[in-house]
């Protein structure tokens, strides 16, 4: 090896065996709810026009002023790999004409997102996000329907028991200017004793300022006043009923009237699912209301709600839990002493894998000890022996490994072992 090794990008990972056994597993699992709540799968490019994520997620996030994956393609048009998948579903929706279906549209996705963030624990550059987005619904019945949905993902895959769902209602355009006055008033009583970045943030997103992580600013932000004091009667019914119909659908959740999204797009509902067993990559992930986007994005104004979840977030609390089965079985484990009795084996191999066994057959022939030693290696429930006597009398030598048990079996009678 002389020539210098190539690692892989900062934040970009390689996924091995077994832990991309199990998120095959998750998503399995998580695809088969999703079915089940009758949401509709759409797979969209990774890359799009820069302009849709400033458009799309606001400029004055941490999204699109730091952390974008931007550059000029080869005819010079500025293109952004996805840091998150709302703005794209969005642009799908309305360039394909989704609105003219029957509304409510529900639809799911799942892949890769990149952020130029800090890689650490649970932070990465390229991570994959699993998200939900149901348009042309303005009722709470439908915000309910995804925080439930979320909370039946948890439950399904073993790790709500780690999770905390925190639901707010940031306001809307009638309501939050108001709040948004009285937060910046406040803010700027405290300039001092507040962070540089938060500083920045009182002109151009003080609610951002809500959900800073410096000590400082949280203990300056826990006298904040709160939104609940500023709803308009219409966002306090609709968080009202949204309260109701968690309740009925049996979701646990907290109120927390500091908890705000850090994308510009959410009016109303908004909520996260947080953990404390993942330390300060807390939020495995979170969603909201964002009436206006469809409209901003050039289609009819649509009503819409969604979430995501951080799938490497999840699968650390799937690890956490060891909640799902890492290890692929091996039912049977074939061998054979002499390179001739290799038809043997793939007649017993072809029969137990056409009965939905899993099996592996030897590539090469080894001494009766080191078969025993190999299966036992693979973890194979079964050891399936080929030797001198089976070849010319026409049967295996089937041993049970956690048992020692042993047998003498025709080719028919193999697929019956349990
Ligand atoms: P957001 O779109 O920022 O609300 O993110 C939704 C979820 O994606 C978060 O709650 C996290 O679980 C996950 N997430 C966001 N950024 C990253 C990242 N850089 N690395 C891993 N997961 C992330």
């Not at 056994?21 to 890359?47: C, D, G, T, V």
């Not at 089965?325 to 061998?335: M, N, P, V, W």
């Not at 048992?403 to 009678?413: D, Y």
Request: some cysteine.
């Amino acid at each position: 090896m002389s020539e210098k090794q190539i690692k892989a990008i900062r934040g970009f990972n390689d996924l091995l065996s077994p832990m991309a056994r199990r998120w095959s597993q998750a998503e399995q699992i998580l695809q088969e709810i999703l079915e089940n709540w009758r949401y509709q799968e759409i797979r969209l490019p990774i890359m799009e026009k820069t302009e849709l994520f400033c458009r799309g997620i606001g400029e004055n996030t941490d999204i699109v002023g730091k952390e974008m994956y931007t550059f000029a393609d080869k005819s010079d048009e500025s293109v952004t790999l996805r840091p998150e998948g709302t703005a794209g579903v969005v642009r799908a929706y309305v360039e394909n004409k989704l609105y003219n279906e029957l509304a409510p549209q529900r639809v799911w996705y799942r892949g890769p997102m990149f952020r130029y963030e800090r890689p650490q624990k649970g932070r990465y550059r390229q991570f994959h996000q699993l998200g939900v987005e149901v348009f042309g619904e303005t009722e709470a019945t439908i915000d309910a329907e995804t925080i439930a949905l979320g909370y039946t993902m948890l439950v399904e895959l073993g790790i709500a028991a780690g999770v905390t769902i925190e639901i707010n209602n940031i306001g809307c355009p009638q309501c939050r200017p108001g709040y948004r006055q009285a937060l910046v008033a406040f803010l700027n009583a405290r300039r001092k004793h507040l962070c540089e970045n938060c500083v920045e943030r009182i002109e151009k997103n003080p609610l951002r300022v809500l959900d800073c992580k410096n000590p400082e600013c949280q203990a300056q932000v826990a006298s904040a006043p709160t939104i609940d004091e500023h709803r308009c009667e219409s966002c306090a019914a609709h968080y009202g009923a949204l309260q109701i119909y968690l309740d009925a659908y049996g979701v646990p959740y907290q109120r927390n009237p500091f908890m705000v999204r850090g994308l510009d797009y959410y009016v109303g509902t908004a909520f996260e699912f947080t953990t404390s067993l993942l330390g300060s990559q807390n939020a495995i992930g979170g969603g909201g209301r964002y009436d206006g986007l469809v409209e901003d994005l050039g289609g009819p104004a649509t009503a819409a709600v969604g979430f995501a979840f951080g799938m490497e977030r999840v699968m650390l609390l799937v690890e956490h839990f060891d909640s799902l089965q890492a290890d692929l079985s091996l039912d049977f484990y074939i061998g054979y002493t002499e390179n001739t009795f290799t038809l043997q084996g793939l007649q017993a191999l072809r029969a137990l894998r056409a009965l939905g066994k899993t099996c592996e057959l030897d590539t090469r022939q080894r001494s009766v000890k080191n078969i025993f030693k190999r299966g036992d290696r693979l973890g194979a429930r079964h050891v399936v022996l080929i030797g001198g006597d089976e070849a010319a009398g026409n049967f295996f030598t089937v041993k049970e490994l956690a048992t020692g048990e042993q047998r003498q079996v025709p080719l028919a009678e193999l697929a019956k072992l349990p």
